[in-house]
């Protein structure tokens, strides 16, 4: 195993108190991240951007490194999450909690796992409980003060392909958690999770069913559908107000020869707006209908709010 580092840059002057462990508000996830980075993109919209201006253009250059910390493990991918001064990040197989101000490791979770171990990209937090994905497709609650595991379910069957990376997505009472698979012809989905059970609540199927909206667009009489691809790769974004999921979804499979799929291969390479609620799909914008360049559409949709054709408008970018 190769060792990686987290580095973390700061004004030595001016670093923050740190505090013991504690849960997560859920009412955090609702507001512009500043003392906190409770979610994958850092708040529901997306754009990773937060109202902090302590370090801006005129004194970044003053940045020194506060502490390196060294971690036996393959290198690091995931986005850190922040939470009461807590650090907590992720590579396959492990998670790990240390205190931001020190680098002094907290706890560290490790779980043996089959699988591509090609990445991954960090947990979801609701309450005191951390929702992670592994390798091998199932979706683990870990305790966030010590690291014991609350519970273990798997997503979907590694044997036939499927494998797992994305960071989850804590939506009022859901986890919304996404799967990944390469090289074989499966169908993707996005499943929502209770985060006190670990019960599955609704799985949203990127292609229909046969006769649903949206099967005509693949071959009539064939079983392409059914083996289509479209996979939930990266976490999604929120609009509470809407109450309305947004989530980027993969290219169709077989990935270059489009001659056995013929059409437009919804929902595959499409932008999905989801009620979280009911799995509900509410409307879909499809950038590379019948992609055969592996153009997908996983990257995240970020939303703003802007001036559009003389009103104010609730906007997607993507």
Not at 21 to 37: C, I, Q, R, S, V
Not at 115 to 132: C, N, T
Not at 236 to 265: A, F
Request: with cysteine; proline share 8%; aromatic share 12%.
């Amino acid at each position: 195993m190769n060792r990686f580092v987290i580095a973390v840059l700061a004004f030595a002057a001016l670093q923050a108190p740190c505090f013991a462990a504690e849960g997560l508000d859920p009412a955090a996830l609702l507001k512009p991240p500043t003392d906190t980075w409770p979610t994958y993109n850092g708040d529901y919209s997306g754009r990773r951007y937060s109202t902090l201006s302590q370090i801006n253009q005129s004194n970044v250059h003053q940045l020194t490194v506060a502490w390196v910390a060294q971690m036996q493990s393959v290198s690091i991918k995931s986005t850190p999450l922040e939470v009461n001064g807590v650090l907590y990040f992720t590579t396959p197989d492990n998670v790990w909690a240390a205190d931001a101000r020190t680098g002094r490791p907290i706890w560290h979770f490790h779980r043996e796992s089959q699988g591509d171990h090609i990445g991954q990209r960090g947990v979801a937090m609701y309450k005191d409980w951390l929702y992670f994905e592994t390798p091998d497709c199932h979706l683990i609650s870990l305790n966030a003060k010590d690291g014991t595991q609350r519970w273990d379910i798997e997503l979907a069957d590694p044997k036939l392909g499927y494998f797992a990376t994305m960071a989850p997505l804590v939506v009022r009472n859901h986890v919304l958690a996404g799967v990944s698979g390469d090289v074989t012809d499966i169908p993707g989905f996005l499943d929502s999770i209770d985060p006190e059970t670990g019960q599955r609540q609704w799985r949203w199927y990127t292609e229909p069913k046969p006769g649903e909206p949206g099967s005509e667009t693949w071959p009539q009489g064939s079983d392409a559908i059914s083996h289509g691809g479209g996979m939930a790769w990266m976490t999604g974004t929120y609009d509470p107000e809407l109450n309305l999921v947004y989530w980027g979804i993969g290219n169709p499979n077989p990935v270059l020869n489009g001659d056995i799929r013929k059409g437009d291969n919804l929902y595959t390479c499409s932008i999905v707006a989801l009620n979280p609620d009911t799995g509900k799909l509410q409307w879909y914008f499809q950038p590379s209908p019948h992609d055969t360049h592996d153009w997908d559409a996983v990257q995240t949709p970020v939303l703003f709010d802007d001036i559009y054709k003389g009103s104010h408008r609730k906007l997607l970018a993507q």
